[in-house]
């Protein structure tokens, strides 16, 4: 055998050696280890669609500009702290053990056909391109564990999840459900039904005006409407042109006043067995006025007056458009006449 071909033969060994070493290296990178990460090289930022399928309830949270909003609820805002909760829950969950693939398992395991406590997440990016599909299906009944599989990579095993995988993903747990939160201590003025809220004097907390003798102002009714702003919520929102609204006539029944010169109008309506509240703001301030000799403190409270007017207008251009069912709670206090905020005063 010429020296040129022993070469050759232990060129070409060395090099189906290198193959099987890279080959078999590439394998255990892969093979699964207790604790790992189902969605390690995961990146949320890259996140911009999230489709949540349970049954037969289907929920999608799209990207924009602001952050996310729901499809089924018109395109409405949903809560950037349910996104990054639900998208941190997805990151954290870890693997106990791989279990196995076949058509029987998964359908012992409630992976394929779908239960409907089967919940089917996919994630896509901004060019609508599938990052992640994956299936969880029957949970331990001890807790400690629940089946999951992804779907977006052929052959992929069931694995045990490490704990229970507790993800919200229903409707309510997304969305911005709250219009405004005013502190009480920020409320100047209120005004409703042949009733009105205000300082006697500057600088004095606001009460009852033109209480008639022998009676005396029921605080624990006016205490409602100077706190009605805080954390206002909703039950559902709804389109203004909505057929379940859209014959309702509102009547508005409280105007607020903050001391910054601003404030809400509360408009009201109910059927039989809804509430309804319209909300809209408003700022006193004709116009604002700055000069280039204007002081340094004079300057800022008007930058901060102009942001207030830009907040307000936003918030209007916003709300204009829903119409939102409330609690029989906050109901109740949109019902208040002057009669309700009195009581005998002895």
């Not at 020296?3 to 070409?12: D, E, G, M, P, R």
């Not at 080959?23 to 255990?28: L, T």
């Not at 106990?96 to 994630?123: C, H, M, Q, R, S």
């Not at 458009?321 to 905020?341: G, H, I, N, P």
Request: a negative charge; glycine letters at 6%.
């Amino acid at each position: 055998m010429t020296t040129n071909v022993k070469l050759a033969i232990a060129t070409l060994a060395l090099l189906v050696c290198s193959v099987w070493v890279y080959s078999d290296s590439v394998s255990r990178g892969e093979r699964f280890s207790r604790g790992q990460k189902l969605l390690a090289n995961l990146n949320p930022d890259e996140v911009a669609t999230i489709e949540i399928v349970q049954g037969s309830e289907q929920l999608t949270l799209e990207r924009s500009a602001e952050g996310f909003t729901i499809e089924q609820n018109h395109g409405y805002p949903a809560r950037n702290d349910a996104i990054n909760r639900f998208l941190r829950d997805l990151l954290d969950i870890g693997l106990a053990k791989e279990v196995g693939t076949g058509t029987a398992l998964n359908e012992e395991l409630e992976i394929e056909p779908t239960t409907d406590t089967t919940v089917e997440i996919a994630l896509l990016n901004d060019a609508d391109q599938e990052m992640v599909r994956l299936r969880l299906g029957k949970a331990i009944e001890d807790r400690s564990g629940r089946y999951v599989r992804r779907l977006d990579r052929e052959g992929d095993p069931i694995y045990l999840t490490e704990g229970t995988v507790a993800l919200s993903t229903t409707l309510d747990s997304f969305i911005r459900n709250e219009i405004v939160n005013v502190s009480q201590s920020e409320v100047v003025r209120v005004e409703g039904d042949g009733f009105l809220l205000e300082a006697p004097e500057p600088d004095a907390s606001i009460v009852l005006s033109a209480i008639p003798g022998g009676k005396k102002e029921k605080s624990v009714e006016t205490n409602k409407l100077k706190s009605i702003l805080s954390r206002l919520r909703f039950e559902t929102a709804l389109l203004a042109d909505d057929d379940e609204v859209r014959q309702l006539k509102f009547e508005r029944v409280l105007q607020i006043d903050l001391a910054d010169e601003s404030g809400y109008q509360l408009a009201f309506a109910s059927t039989d067995e809804k509430s309804y509240i319209q909300i809209r703001g408003h700022h006193n301030v004709a116009q604002v006025q700055i000069e280039l000799d204007t002081p340094k403190d004079e300057l800022e409270e008007k930058v901060d007056t102009l942001s207030r007017i830009d907040e307000i207008e936003d918030f209007n251009a916003f709300h204009a458009s829903w119409v939102y069912e409330v609690s029989s709670f906050t109901a109740d206090k949109l019902k208040l006449v002057k009669s309700d905020l009195l009581e005998d005063a002895s």
